[in-house]
């Protein structure tokens, strides 16, 4: 039997087969789970509030379509291992919404710093696709 042998890249680089960049692993529910966010930020969507950056939609892109706006610990990841293809010029248009909330409060997180903020639902910020799927499934 020719099994394929699966090659992870190294943090931050390209994983075509993946429809990304490969932003690291983190564990999700007890399972390894790689996260990849879309090379350059063509399909970011801009001025969004929290309600619209929790249920986007992003379809289709790069032959993927389980995009969806990650947990603040993705956001993390994709801060420390590919911030290059974030928006990290500075004021609102560099912090992206994440999905998730802590005591009531919306997390974003700031890409010109790396600073994790919680925020008012109304505040309009970027909201970046990201992809995660268990690491053993490759």
Same mark, same amino acid.
Request: charged letters at 25%; proline letters at 3%; one cysteine or more.
């Given at each position: 039997?020719?099994?394929?042998?699966?090659?992870?890249?190294?943090?931050?680089?390209?994983?075509? #087969?993946?429809?990304?960049? =490969?932003?690291?692993?983190?564990? &999700?529910?007890? *399972?390894?789970?790689?996260? &990849?966010?879309?090379?350059?930020?063509?399909?970011?969507?801009?001025?969004?509030?929290?309600?619209? *950056? #929790?249920? *986007?939609?992003?379809?289709?892109?790069?032959?993927?379509?389980?995009?969806?706006?990650? #947990?603040q610990e993705d956001y993390m990841l994709a801060y420390v291992n590919a911030r290059e293809q974030f928006k990290c010029d500075g004021g609102l248009d560099s912090i992206y919404w994440t999905r998730s909330v802590h005591h009531g409060w919306a997390w974003a997180?700031?890409? #010109?710093?790396?600073?994790?903020?919680?925020?008012?639902? =109304?505040?309009?910020?970027?909201?970046?696709?990201?992809?995660?799927?268990? *690491?053993?499934? &490759?």
């Amino acid at each position: 039997m020719n099994e394929k042998k699966i090659t992870v890249p190294r943090l931050g680089e390209l994983w075509p #087969e993946q429809g990304g960049i =490969y932003c690291g692993m983190r564990l &999700i529910d007890g *399972a390894e789970h790689c996260v &990849i966010t879309p090379a350059s930020t063509d399909h970011d969507l801009t001025e969004k509030n929290f309600a619209a *950056a #929790e249920s *986007a939609q992003f379809g289709e892109i790069n032959c993927h379509s389980d995009w969806n706006t990650g #947990e603040q610990e993705d956001y993390m990841l994709a801060y420390v291992n590919a911030r290059e293809q974030f928006k990290c010029d500075g004021g609102l248009d560099s912090i992206y919404w994440t999905r998730s909330v802590h005591h009531g409060w919306a997390w974003a997180v700031a890409f #010109e710093h790396g600073l994790v903020l919680s925020s008012h639902r =109304y505040r309009e910020c970027r909201v970046r696709p990201l992809r995660s799927f268990i *690491a053993s499934s &490759i």
